[in-house]
């Protein structure tokens, strides 16, 4: 019965996610901040700021990308902390002694990479784009830099519109105007802005990549069975366009070109051969029992040859998390714990010892261990409980092997089992179309 509940709970979840918003970080959004700091006539000092909002999703390598479009004719001077991908056509500044840093009409405008130049640094800037989560590294999950822009025609600097935020899955809204800010640089002085614009940007999976990238394997101490990630996960093998190397430097050279740090797209996955195709694979392994407590092994593998992970985050979604009593080696953090699903946790790397997921063949592999105390009246090795309801990497959701290859006790008689099985399946089948 237990594994029917997993079943619809299941379900439910991959209805739950077919909506753009998540219940786990309901109001979770990036938010873009643009705060006038200075305007004079025809020229303005801008600043703007970008804070990641959300809870457990990140902006990895190669980062955010912000875009926008002037409403009049204004050109980028300069810029401290950040710099457009393209200059444009500067040909109307001919013969004064500078050009400007940016002439688009629809800059794109790129985070320094750390380390820049000092004269070109800007308070809170240069992390190459990334911005951990919120809960992650409450440091690190916003972003500055700064621009003095002018307008050609001698007309005032209004804040421009349709932001874009280069990141898949993302769409900004309009801009709305919000109580200016007061800044500081040193903690001793405030400054008072004299205008501020923010601009709110939201994640949907429906517009993210549809395909999956990640997917749980599941083994336990009482089965020698160990339950691999779904055939074809995140992609088959042999199909057109599905690209995969048994070893680096077994494919030809071109297939092979480990990206640049400086390149400023995400380059596609190019992943070990294997039944599932993903570039990541999280295993799940009920590892002990004891009198009070339960023993389990996460295990997380980078099968991608051209990806390092850093801030990687994983969402796990088990009853058992409520009581969880002690964790190794991963940091922990539990979501949503007043909302109506209480039973789902964060975790995250600790930092310089396990915060960067590295590519394969560089052990391209993270792990943790934990105890769970077994709840009276819950706790079961029975039906799959044990397992989790549901895993996400980086927000991603993880492909699960199916309820019913979860690994079974020993004493489970297969054959007894199935025929009731298949008759709970066919019930819940009926209340599921009668539900929906
Ligand atoms: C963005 O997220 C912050 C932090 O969760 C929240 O306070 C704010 O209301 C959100 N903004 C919008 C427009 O949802
Ligand atoms: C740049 O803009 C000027 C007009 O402002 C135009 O005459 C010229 O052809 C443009 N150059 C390029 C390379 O587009
Ligand atoms: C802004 O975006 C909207 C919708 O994509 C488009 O119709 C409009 O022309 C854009 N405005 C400018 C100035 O590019
Ligand atoms: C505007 O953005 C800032 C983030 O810098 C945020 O703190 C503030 O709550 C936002 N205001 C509104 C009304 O969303
Ligand atoms: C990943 O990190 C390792 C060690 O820091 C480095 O040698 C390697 O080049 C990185 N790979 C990629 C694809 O960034
Ligand atoms: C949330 O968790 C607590 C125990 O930590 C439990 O007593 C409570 O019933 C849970 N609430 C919901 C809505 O699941």
């Given at each position: 019965m237990k594994l029917l509940l997993v079943f619809i709970?299941?379900?439910?979840?991959?209805?739950?996610?077919?909506y753009g918003y998540d219940p786990l970080d309901p109001y979770a959004n990036i938010t873009v901040r643009w705060d006038f700091l200075q305007q004079s006539g025809s020229s303005s000092d801008i600043k703007v700021s970008i804070y990641n909002f959300q809870q457990f999703r990140h902006?990895?390598?190669?980062?955010?990308?912000?875009g926008w479009t002037w409403k009049g004719d204004e050109v980028i001077w300069d810029m401290w902390g950040a710099e457009a991908i393209e200059q444009g056509n500067c040909s109307k500044?001919?013969?004064?002694?500078?050009?400007?840093?940016?002439?688009k009409r629809k800059p794109v405008v790129i985070d320094l990479l750390p380390g820049a130049p000092f004269?070109?640094?800007?308070?809170?800037?240069c992390k190459g784009g990334e911005l951990s989560s919120m809960i992650q590294d409450s440091s690190k999950f916003g972003s500055s830099f700064a621009m003095s822009v002018g307008s050609f025609a001698g007309k005032e600097i209004v804040m421009p519109i349709n932001f874009t935020i280069g990141l898949p899955g993302y769409t900004c809204g309009m801009p709305f105007q919000v109580q200016p800010t007061k800044f500081s640089h040193d903690g001793r002085r405030w400054k008072q802005v004299l205008e501020t614009g923010n601009v709110t940007c939201i994640y949907s999976l429906i517009r993210a990549s549809p395909s999956p990238k990640c997917c749980a394997s599941l083994s336990a101490f009482y089965s020698s069975t160990i339950v691999p990630?779904?055939?074809?996960?995140?992609?088959?093998?042999?199909?057109p366009g599905v690209k995969c190397v048994n070893r680096p430097g077994e494919e030809s050279p071109p297939l092979l070109q480990l990206p640049h740090t400086h390149e400023t797209e995400e380059p596609s996955p190019l992943v070990t051969c294997s039944r599932h195709m993903c570039p990541i694979r999280v295993h799940w392994?009920?590892?002990?029992?004891?009198?009070?407590?339960?023993?389990?092994?996460i295990t997380i593998s980078n099968y991608n040859f051209v990806k390092n992970y850093s801030y990687w985050t994983l969402v796990v979604q088990h009853p058992s998390l409520q009581s969880l009593t002690r964790l190794f080696s991963f940091n922990y953090h539990p979501l949503n714990q007043y909302g109506t699903i209480n039973d789902t946790g964060m975790f995250w790397g600790i930092k310089y010892y396990n915060d960067l997921l590295l590519t394969r063949g560089k052990n391209g592999v993270v792990q943790t261990e934990?105890?769970?105390?077994?709840d009276a009246g819950t706790f079961t090795f029975r039906e799959g409980w044990t397992f989790p309801r549901k895993i996400s990497f980086n927000g991603d959701e993880c492909v699960m092997p199916p309820p019913d290859e979860y690994p079974r006790l020993p004493n489970a008689a297969p054959s007894a089992t199935a025929s009731k099985r298949s008759i709970v399946v066919f019930v819940s089948l009926l209340i599921l179309a009668a539900v929906f």
């Open positions: 709970f299941s379900l439910i979840n991959s209805f739950r996610l077919s902006v990895d390598r190669p980062g955010w990308k912000l500044f001919k013969g004064s002694p500078d050009l400007p840093h940016c002439c004269n070109k640094q800007y308070f809170n800037c990630c779904p055939k074809c996960s995140c992609g088959c093998q042999g199909l392994n009920v590892k002990q029992s004891y009198k009070e407590y339960w023993r389990v092994k934990m105890l769970l105390h077994k």
